[in-house]
């Protein structure tokens, strides 16, 4: 299998450049594909397919990613795939291996592709139990959460798929609105990107000729229409922007929801240090990079920095020297600061001119991180802490800055392991 899906990668970075060369659309593509070697329905492997796949990552940001299906076979009433995706992008490039589903999905009698069903959804077995249809790549357990296992993806999520309908899956972004759903803490993007899977393998088996005829197959098939025009345009809107002009760090033309649960979005509003309402975000830091009136810092810890990381950003590991709920109480943690972030206390004498040093309040500072989480908390302390906030900006994480732009910008070879033992010396403790 992984095998098949290499040659089936290799076959697409091939044609990638050729469609680029050529203005080949996706569905030209996957024409190639299928008939220019033994590939595709009547040869000697199943047809193969090209798709995409819109990626959500933890701050819930779209990228447009693709997907890989090197399996397709047409039953009675079903059809079965192979679909290989990314489910991560948190994790360094050296163990951010993708996942393989085995997914079957029906072929109503309705010939409406909005009631076709799912009717197995796997990342091992397949429906009979006798093949390995499957591959689960992402980490198991979560680094972040070890008590969220495969085992309870298996059990929390997979099952509540079973017997949705196309119409059921397509009409979700996320899965805070699907009923059901048991996400432990730390995996979250995995779960939503079996959603996004599922949304993408279902576009693509809407483009059987079995839903010929459909008009709402005939709309999901635009799925596979190519995306270059928005992306130009994406471009050239980021191009405008006026280098020599800051914006103010939050974007209040923005919408969030401010509770996961809630139904409607609000306006982002002054104080917001999420990165979802920043100003600067993937889509347009390359307009802002390289000033001299800038400081541009990385708050993950030396050895994430070390796999990968935005060339010149400076490493100042946030959850290592800055902050832990429990450090002005335990006298065995290092860091500069206990209590909560929006109340940050003191550990040392010098914690907060050491704060200064590290992030001077006369400088412009943009902060990244992993996802923006460890951005926002700083920058809830710094706020506790008399910071001017108008200058401190949450440029999001690692995980948004994958797209062929920042390819020249960033460093993904890691060439040093770092094990690394953080803490202060000569400071007079509280």
Known sequence: MKKSILVLFLLFLMVTAFAVADELSLGEVNSFLNGSAKLGEGSKANQVAVIPFNHIDGPKEEDLFY?????????RNYIKYQVTFISCTCRSADVNLWSTAYVELTLPSSGKIEDSEVRTLSFDLDSTGHYLGGFWGDSNPPPTAPEATYEDVKAGQIPVYIGKTCADIMKVSTVDEIEGIDVKTGATVSANNILRMLQAIYAYHATDAFFDGDATAATLRAAFEDKKATAETTAVVTAAVAAADLPYPVDTTKKYKANKDDTEEKFCEPGNFGPTCSAINSENLKTYLGRTDVMYIDLRDYAD????????????PYFALIFNADAHTDPSLPQLFGGSVEEPV????????????????????????QS???????????????WDMTKIYNIGGMAQ?????????VTDTPEILVEATYHFEGLTRK
């Open 67 to 75: 997907a890989f299906v090197p399996f397709k076979y047409v039953a």
């Open 305 to 316: 920095y070390a796999k990968k990381h935005l060339r010149n950003f400076e490493c100042i």
């Open 346 to 369: 003191p550990v040392y004498e010098e914690s907060d001119e050491i704060l200064e040093a590290l992030f001077p309040k006369n400088k412009t500072i943009f902060l990244m991180c």
């Open 372 to 386: 923006g989480g460890r951005v926002n908390q700083l920058m809830k302390l710094l706020n506790a802490r008399g």
């Open 401 to 409: 800055y994958a797209g062929p732009e920042y390819r020249d910008l």
